[in-house]
């Protein structure tokens, strides 16, 4: 696989988790709201915060399922890189970004965004042979609105 296969596969799986995971929050969100108007009629209060800690739970699996995913990526990539025994690394991969949900949370507790990749906010992930080099970065520019390009 030459360099700029591996570089960008690597930087789109990425793009793919960040999305689910975005995805995740998002639907923590609209069951958190959905449990709060709910609970506005006392009588059924009860149920619908007991659903929304089963929808949290379900919600942490699959959250769970990215990092490992992540976690395997970054462990084969620093293991491997692309396999090219002469091409060097020269970032590394970074570290899982996201808080995994708590679903014995407080229903008021997941107010704002949780996603911060600190600054900048961006993941690039690079290999060299001199004089190839193959840089992707992945650059989150709002929710749910993740690019990917190359880099010189």
């Known amino acids: 696989m030459n360099f700029d296969q591996c570089t960008g596969k690597a930087v789109l799986e990425l793009r793919a988790a960040s999305l689910s995971f975005e995805n995740s929050y998002a639907r923590l969100e609209i069951y958190r ?9 006392i009588t059924v209060c009860p149920e619908a915060m ?3 800690q089963k929808a949290a739970y379900v919600e ?3 959250e769970e ?3 490992t995913s992540w976690n395997v990526q970054k462990t084969t ?3 491997r890189g692309c396999e090219t025994p002469f091409a060097t690394r020269y970032s590394n991969f970074p570290a899982f970004p996201w808080k995994i949900v708590n679903p014995e949370m407080d ?9 911060d ?4 906010r961006d993941i690039r992930l690079g290999l060299r042979s001199n004089p190839i080099v193959s840089t992707a970065e992945l650059k989150r520019r709002g929710n749910h609105d993740w690019s990917v390009r ?3």
């Open 117 to 120: 990749f600190g600054s900048p």
């Open 33 to 41: 709201k959905a449990t709060i108007a709910a609970c506005l009629t």
């Open 50 to 52: 007991g659903l929304f």
């Open 150 to 152: 190359w880099v010189e």
């Open 107 to 115: 229903l008021f507790s997941l107010k704002g965004s949780r996603f």
């Open 65 to 67: 399922l990215i990092q």
């Open 77 to 79: 990539w620093e293991a």
């Open 60 to 62: 942490k699996g699959i």
